[in-house]
Each structure stands twice: as structure tokens, then as C-alpha cells.
């Protein structure tokens, strides 16, 4: 048998209906392998894809926007695709490909970026870009997984680099030693040093491995959630390096833990996915599209053996293969399917201090969730909802933008009481304003010419009112969910703002505007005050709300709308100070 037979049989069992039969999957297979071959450069020896500007320096956005470049991950992804075809030619070039990428390591163990990869060949020869660490975990995974299941096709002098290249980025991940709640790149460093100790016999990576699951298992499961909370993207990179651990570790209780996390990293995925829009639930600690990628619905068909089936085509299903199996286990199966009944889940972060809550409210109509506290980062969906079918979906998300930008200097608290949410705004002094995991000089300045909050609906908004009995109040309908918004505290030093409505293809932005226009120069630690206090409704049944009450006393807001409780400091400062002032309750 054949890898893609064997995958195949592994991801659809005996050929059911709506399943594609194993020629199909063949075909496809080559269709889709057809497509990354023509992205080969034989002379660099690397795939040629289009350039990302995730978290890569602005000297780099600005030389590689239009152009595209060579990438150390896709390419080393093709290569275990090639490897997989047990086809001569295809293996030889799998190899040229592997030598490529373990040149491009650094191996220098005096170096702060020993055991890391480059994202780009281009990075390499233009000297102007910081390696991303990241790239230990994610491609230090991928060799490991090609010493373990590919040993067998490749030449022993090879074999040995690739084993030397593993050890190596164990190393690096060893010596970073990143925060567990930075979970997909723990978990992965997890898979690389414990199955590489294991592997090669290396008792101190092992130990260093074997020690960071056991505490990722004990904190984890203690809060029944991962720290790096509900994320459709890194969630997916989770599971997936959970499954890898599965395959390849060898410890018994070592097994028992990973089997555990891996069931609630199913879990998750489950209990917030939302059937009538085929959506994943919010609130999202970390997501790159607020739509959920065909990608995730592939897993999810492919792990329940095609017993969920969202009407994906053959292509699609096959586009987003997995290199491992993973099944999700049976009797989470029906969560997927069911039609909610209106029903509010409730996770609370205890490791974090303060501890965090995300308050999740789900019917057959709509799905609204809410953290208690978050920064607003574009990564950071702190205040979600979906709503209509899964042909059409459509969503409401809460930005702040500073000159189109996301403003990650803006920090985000709420409380929630199924489809009633209070919330604040406030602003860190320390936090950069693109980039919260940067910390700052607590008097920076910055240019700003156009500061807002926004609204950012997909649907067909109608019924436009701000209402003259209550200030800052404005409402419409999307898809027959009707949004109530109420403004009731907002000021940027001298700057009130008030609400700017405009409508571009399906997207209606509903913005409350502080300033836009004329460049001004703004010291958030020398503001007198700066916050926002708002009431967001969301309901499928029309009823006049009442105003939020709101009283500010010592440069605290307190907020009380539908029996919520809410008060934050309105006076800029550190992160750490905002979020020790956030008080918030459901009376």
C-alpha cells in the first residue's frame, strides 16, 4: 500500500457515500502536487510562494510586498508531500530540498538565534531580517517527523544531518524555554525535545520534555481549556502536534497525558462550533480571518470520518490533507451537529491573574462571546458574533483602529449575560501600539490623523436609528438579528466623538469617531483621560433597551446595564495597572 492509499484509508475507512473514492483522492493527489511542482525553483532548490507580511519587519514588507519569495516551511512541507509518492524522481528532489533547508539552520551554539531557521532563502542573503523562533518548533517538527516515518527512502548520510538538524532546534527550544501559555509553540516544543530525547537516547531533553507535559496536562486540564484560549488557527497547530505526540511517543504515562489533552483539544473545537453558520464560536484569542478557513471544516470531515459533512468539494477536502491522522474521538461527534438550544458556556482562565473569562452565548439564530479582559491586537477577536446560514454567513466584531490600523495599545473588558454585553476601553501607556508582546517606553509619542471604534458587520445592515431620547444610541438588523448599541462614556482628552456609519460591498462599518483628518501628535501618558463605555445587545425579538448608567469617581467608570456590572480606569497607565482595575460582575 501506497502512503496516500494508506492515508486515504486512515481518513475515510471503507468508501462511503459522499466520500471520494481512492482514484479520486489519487488524482486530486497529483493535481494538487502538480500545482506546488511548478512553484519549484530548481536553482534555489525551495518553493516560490507569494510573500506573507506576518511578523516580518517593516524593511522586509516594504522590499518583498509585490514579490514572491523562497519558503524554508512550505518547502520542507513539499518535500515530506514528495516523500510520500515513493516515486524516484520526486525523492531525489525531496532530498535536494532537505539539504537546502539543513544549510540554512544556524548551527552556531554562540549565537542567540542558534538552531533557528530563516522564513525565507531571502532573508538569508539580504541580511536585514531577525530570524523568527518560532521557526525551531515548527521546522524542527517536520524533520523529526521525516526521521521517524521516511528513514527507510532516504540516503544514511542524509539521515544523519537531519537528526543533527533535530537536535539542534531541541536545543534552541530548550534554551528559550518559551511561557506555557504561549501553547501551540510549548506544545510543539514539547513534541520535538521529549520524542527527540526518546529518539536519540538524550536523557536531559527528554526530562526537559516529559517535565513541560506534565505541567502543560496539570494546568490545562485543571481549567478544562488551553491558556491560549478558543484560537480556530494555533487551536488547529495544537491538535495537530498532539497528534504527532500521539504516533511517536513511547512513554506510557507520557501517552496517558497527551491522550487526555488531546481529547479536550477535540473538545474545544466542538463545543464552540456553531452548525446553522458553520462558524467557530467567540470569543477568539488569536485568529488571522474572522471567517472560518475551509481548512478547519477539511479537519473536522476528515477526523469524523465524513460523519459531519459540510458539502466541501472533493478538491477542497483534498487540498487540505494532513500528514498524520487525526481522528476525533466518537462521542464528540453530535456536538458538531446539534442545533443549539439558546445556551451560555462559561470558561474561566485560572492560571492568568487576574483569572479571564470567555462567556460564549449560542441559539440557532446567532452566537455572541466575550472575554473579561484582552487587549484589542488584530489577532484579538475580544467581542464576537455570527449570524445567518453557512452559505452566507455573517459576523459583528469590535476593532479599535488607529489610522486603519488595529491599535493593540487599546485594552479591551466586558461582562456578558447571554446576548447583553458591557463593555470599556482603555488605554496602556507600556504597550506597543502594533504588537502587545512589545513593551514600550511608557511617554511614547505617536502621529496619529484618524482614531476610532468600530463595528465591523458582514451582512445586509437595515433599519438604521439613532434614537434622540438616548444619546449614543444606534441600532439596525443584520439577517434578522437586530444590533443595539449604546454609547455611554466616551473621551479621548478633549475628543467626545460621536457615531459615522458607511456601508462597502457586504461590510457595513458602524464607527464611533473620536478624530479624523488632521495629523495631531497624542502622549497617552500625558492624556487627563481616555476611555470608552458601552452597552452592545444583540437579539433576534425587537425591544426598546434601557440607557446604561454610568458614574465616573476617581478616574474610575462604573457601568450598569441588564443587571451587568463594570468599572475600569479611564486614566492611561500600565497594562498591568488597567487590568488590576477591572471590576466586573453579573448581579
Known sequence: MSSEEFVFSKTYGDHADGNPTLATFLNYHDQILDARNHQYNPWVQLLRVPFSPFYSRPILKFLLKYYRVHSTRDSLQYAIRLLKTEDRAMGLRAQKILYRILSLQNTDPTSPYYGVWPKYWEETISGISQPDLNWANFLGSYLLLVSLEYRQRLPSALITQVDKSVIHAARAIQRRNVPLNYTNIAVLGVYVTLVAGETY?????????????????????????????????????????????????????????????????????????????????????????????????????????????????????????????????????????????????????????????????????????????????????????????????????????????????????????????????????????????VNCLSDQVIMVKDLRLRFELMGAATDFNRSTNMLGYLECCVEGVWVQLVMAYAQFDDWIGQWEVTQQSSKTYIDWVFFSGKRRTVNLAKLGVAGMGLGVRLSCKYESIPPVKQLVKDKILTLKWYGLSLSFSVFPNSQAFLIQSISNDSI
Open 201 to 437: 537516547g538524550i536523557d536531559d531533553l527528554y526530562e526537559y520534555g516529559f517535565t513541560r507535559l506534565h505541567q502543560i496536562h496539570h494546568n490545562t486540564m485543571r481549567q478544562g481549556m488551553f491558556t491560549e484560549y478558543n484560537s480556530p488557527v494555533y487551536g488547529v497547530t495544537t491538535l495537530d502536534a498532539f497528534g504527532r505526540l500521539r504516533l511517536h511517543v513511547r512513554d506510557a504515562q507520557a501517552k496517558i497525558w497527551v491522550e487526555d489533552l488531546y481529547r479536550l483539544a477535540w473538545k474545544n473545537i466542538a463545543h464552540y462550533f456553531h452548525w446553522p453558520t458553520q462558524q467557530w464560536a467567540g470569543p477568539h484569542s488569536r485568529n488571522y480571518s474572522t471567517l472560518l478557513k475551509p481548512y478547519v471544516l477539511a479537519l473536522i470531515e476528515q477526523g469524523t470520518g465524513g460523519r459531519v459533512r459540510f458539502g466541501l468539494t472533493e478538491k477542497v477536502m483534498l487540498e487540505n490533507q494532513w500528514e498524520i491522522p487525526l481522528p476525533c474521538p466518537v462521542d464528540l461527534e453530535s456536538d458538531f451537529l446539534q442545533i443549539r438550544e439558546p445556551c451560555t458556556r462559561i470558561k474561566t482562565i485560572v492560571n492568568e491573574k487576574p483569572q479571564r473569562r470567555l462567556t460564549t452565548y449560542l441559539t440557532s439564530d446567532f452566537t455572541l462571546g466575550s472575554v473579561s479582559y484582552s487587549d484589542l491586537w488584530h489577532q484579538r477577536h475580544s467581542l464576537l458574533a455570527y449570524w445567518g446560514t453557512h452559505e452566507t454567513p455573517g459576523y459583528l466584531r469590535l476593532r479599535f483602529l488607529c489610522d486603519g490600523d488595529d491599535f493593540a495599545t487599546a485594552q479591551f473588558a466586558s461582562v456578558q449575560k447571554e446576548g447583553n454585553v458591557l463593555a470599556g476601553l482603555m488605554f496602556a501607556t507600556d504597550i506597543d501600539r502594533r504588537n502587545p508582546y
